[in-house]
């Protein structure tokens, strides 16, 4: 059941593909069982691993693939990790950490097994530093050996108990207590049993100098027997055998007649090749077997982990993204399996995948790992364990390699990327301190400043170089593309769309985004020719745009090279009128009137915020304001219409005391002025029942002795709730004309008061 598999050569399929992409040979001219290549590359990571990642189009969405390559050589390892206590969970980083604390340097690594969801126990075998944390459950499992090497197999764990010469079966190791079965706990399971039926706990030394292991004979010491239906705590140098009290009768009963001092036997025995096993991990189902694709493999595109062992020996950390259109759909179980095979693996078991698929590497001369697929939770999830690689190799030292990055580069003509070098040790990880770097460009293709920035050129393809003195040149492949096969126009918030709104004078910095072979190509917004299409606003060469100043649609297209895209715009107004800006210190209070439907524009759109407001207006909004009342008596005014827009509102007004008119007459057109504005407010408060107690000083004000006597009740009781203030220099202007804006923000205050 288990493979192990040794070769000399090495990293075959990683060399294939970097010669490949050195000689020009891309891999778009390639197709896979994930579909038609279209992007990748392989590249050197820290402690000499290859990392790959490769891109692929189905014909309607993409794929993308990432995975470490690993070759046993005895300076990397591959270990387990888990939390301080099994049912511990954490990310990426914070498992590394621990390691870190140990003196390793973590070089990468994947998410291991499958776990239960509700308390983190996983469901296969757990094995580290030799020792059995966890039984196998049946599962299928990844093991490591000291030196490194991958076996893939079922342990096949045989484990009994012996209680005064009669053998039972053990059937667990740190694995949730259930209703039959006895299981092993150690402190290695969590601080507690967690188990909290009733049920039976033997207490046992667990003898020094001797470990619990896949191959082990162990005769321990009864230290207590204590029923229970609380979890029991775990502690070092003991052991617990628990089973529940509905468990086998005759168990049970063996269990119970335990005294302290006696002595049983547990015996565990593994699969033939898992003997000398360091670390290992389970793993739920066999995708690989000698080269074949297993049967009854789940059929749905997910984000999926996986772990392959190809002829040569080496290992392969396999992930592939999903649930992110645009990005990468996912794969199914046989597509991995497909996909694992033709990367050269003969052995292979599937990973937990989902939202916990997640990738890890150290950059050649990174400080630390850094995330390299994209998790569909947007972030890496915490999980229970992990399969990490690392090596006792410390950072510092001289200079001997150099990274450069981006790792692959197509760009549009005349667009430019920023290429980095950064210098590595022997051993791949950062060193004391960076060479002066140079680059140059190999191919018709393009230039690069000292600083390496690359500006594209002729099409063609060709390569970014880096070097220093006294290490070996590094070079990325580079394809230049002048014409693309496609434009699409991005705002900040996402795709265009078909219609994109801008408030009127604002602006909107749009990004146009150039395809090739379904390739994204590096590009600057200047590369493009920017058109305005309409009465709308201008743009740039950068693709900024400025909206004009009054509501209007047209359209905005970027072209290059043949292919072009367009986006509708349409021009609005932050607030309800054209002419009310948010600037303008009454767009509140006219946003508010509005709103509240206490007054309407002068035509569509217009507010008209300085023209004078009169009295049909004003007695036209608080009959609003108040709901819309019926009147008994109607308009009693000679110059009141029965069919006119304020005919109901000034008879409400007239019958509640609210107006007075002249001679009989209302004047519904003349201008109102600000006291007068504040006697109507007054007389509506009295009919409202409102208090109308404050009074405000008048005295303050510069100009109170202008104020009209009839008015002076109502002005005090208008200052003194806020309603009128200063009119800039003026004092209160009593006799000033209103403008539709001071009544605006004069009804909104009064609003509030009366509500």
């Given at each position: ?55 692929f ?5 993409f ?59 996983p ?37 009994t ?26 402190e ?14 033997v ?38 055998l ?35 096993i ?19 493999l ?5 984000p999926?982990?996986?772990?392959g ?21 996912g ?39 850094s ?17 990490m690689l ?15 990055s981006?790792?692959?580069l197509?760009?549009l ?16 990880l ?12 190999r ?9 390496g ?9 060709g ?61 600057d ?48 107004r932050a ?10 210190w009454?767009?509140?209070?006219v ?98 029942g ?23 009740e109502a ?9 009128i ?13 209103a ?9 909104m ?7």
């Amino acid at each position: 059941m288990t493979k192990t598999i040794r070769s000399a050569s090495r990293y075959l399929p990683a060399l294939l593909l970097i010669l490949a992409l050195l000689f020009g040979v891309t891999p778009a001219a390639c197709a896979s069982v994930l579909g038609e290549a279209v992007d990748g590359y392989t590249t050197e990571a820290g402690g000499s691993l290859a990392l790959s990642r490769n891109v692929f189009w189905t014909g309607s969405d993409f794929r993308t693939e990432n995975y470490i390559t690993y070759q046993p050589d005895g300076e990397v390892v591959p270990v387990v990790v888990y939390g301080s206590k099994l049912l511990n969970y954490g990310d990426f980083p914070s498992m590394a950490a621990l390691l870190e604390k140990e003196g390793y340097t973590v070089l990468g690594g994947i998410n291991g097994d499958f776990y239960n969801t509700a308390d983190y126990q996983p469901l296969g075998i757990v094995i580290s530093e030799g020792e059995l944390r966890s039984s196998d459950g049946g599962y299928w499992a990844v093991g490591f050996t000291a030196d490194g090497e991958t076996r893939i197999g079922k342990p096949a764990l045989n484990m009994t108990v012996e209680i005064a010469d009669q053998s039972y079966p053990l059937a667990a190791v740190n694995k949730a207590r259930k209703a039959s079965g006895l299981t092993l706990f150690t402190e290695d399971h969590s601080y507690t049993t967690q188990a909290n039926t009733p049920g039976i706990n033997v207490v046992l030394a667990m003898p020094r100098r001797e470990a619990l292991t896949v191959d082990c004979r162990l005769k321990l010491e009864v230290l207590e027997v204590i029923r229970s239906a609380e979890p029991l705590e775990l502690t070092a140098d003991e052991l617990v055998l628990s089973l529940a009290e509905t468990g086998d009768p005759a168990l049970f009963a063996a269990l119970a007649s335990l005294q302290a001092g006696d002595t049983i036997k547990i015996d565990i025995r593994c699969a033939d090749g898992w003997q000398d096993i360091e670390y290992a991990v389970g793993a739920m189902r066999k995708l690989v077997s000698n080269g074949q694709v297993e049967s009854g493999l789940d059929a749905s595109a997910q984000p999926r982990s996986a772990v392959g062992l190809q002829a040569d020996g080496s290992l392969i950390l396999y992930t592939v993204d999903g649930r992110q259109s645009g990005h990468s759909i996912g794969a199914s179980l046989p597509q991995v399996a497909e996909r694992l095979i033709e990367l050269g693996c003969v052995e292979a078991v599937v990973m937990d995948g989902g939202g916990s698929t997640t990738l890890n590497a150290l950059y050649l001369g990174d400080g630390s790992v850094s995330q390299i697929n994209s998790p569909s939770d947007g972030r890496q999830r915490s999980v229970t364990n992990y399969i990490m690689l690392v090596s006792k190799a410390e950072s510092g030292g001289a200079a001997r390699k150099l990274a450069l990055s981006p790792f692959s580069l197509h760009i549009l003509s005349g667009g430019s990327a920023q290429f980095t070098a950064q210098a590595a040790n022997a051993d791949g990880l950062q060193a004391a301190e960076q060479p002066a770097v140079y680059y140059s460009v190999r191919g018709d293709i393009g230039s690069i400043d000292a600083n390496g920035l690359f500006t594209a050129g002729n099409s063609g393809s060709g390569e970014v170089v880096a070097g220093a003195d006294g290490i070996e040149p590094v070079s990325v492949p580079v394809t230049v593309i002048s014409q693309p096969d496609e434009i699409l126009l991005f705002t900040p918030d996402g795709a265009a769309g078909e219609m994109v709104e801008v408030p009127a004078g604002g602006t909107l910095d749009l990004q146009a985004t150039a395809y090739a072979d379904h390739i994204r190509l590096v590009a600057d917004d200047s590369c493009f020719t920017w058109n305005v299409l309409g009465e709308i606003g201008q743009i740039d060469a950068n693709g900024l745009f400025t909206a004009g100043t009054t509501r209007a649609e047209g359209m905005i297209a970027a072209s290059a090279a043949g292919a072009s895209a367009s986006c509708g715009v349409r021009i609005v107004r932050a607030g309800s009128f054209d002419d009310v800006t948010q600037a303008d210190w009454y767009y509140q209070a006219v946003e508010f009137v509005a709103r509240e439907k206490l007054l309407s524009g002068t035509a569509e759109y217009i507010f008209s915020p300085q023209l004078t407001m009169n009295r049909a207006m004003l007695v036209t909004a608080l009959h609003r304001m108040a709901g819309l009342p019926a009147s008994s008596s109607g308009a009693s005014f000679s110059d009141v219409a029965a069919d006119t827009w304020y005919t109901a509102a000034v008879g409400w007004a007239a019958e509640n005391r609210i107006v007075t008119g002249y001679n009989g007459r209302f004047t519904p057109l003349d201008a109102v002025t600000r006291e007068q504005i504040a006697v109507i407010l007054y007389q509506y408060a009295q009919a409202a029942g409102m208090d109308i107690s404050a009074a405000g000083d008048l005295s303050l004000y510069p100009d109170a002795a202008d104020i009209s006597s009839w008015a002076v009740e109502a002005m005090r009781w208008a200052v003194g709730n806020g309603l009128i203030g200063n009119r800039g220099n003026e004092g209160l202007a009593p006799a000033a004309a209103a403008t539709r804006a001071e009544a605006a923000l004069i009804l909104m205050r009064f609003h509030a008061l009366a509500n």
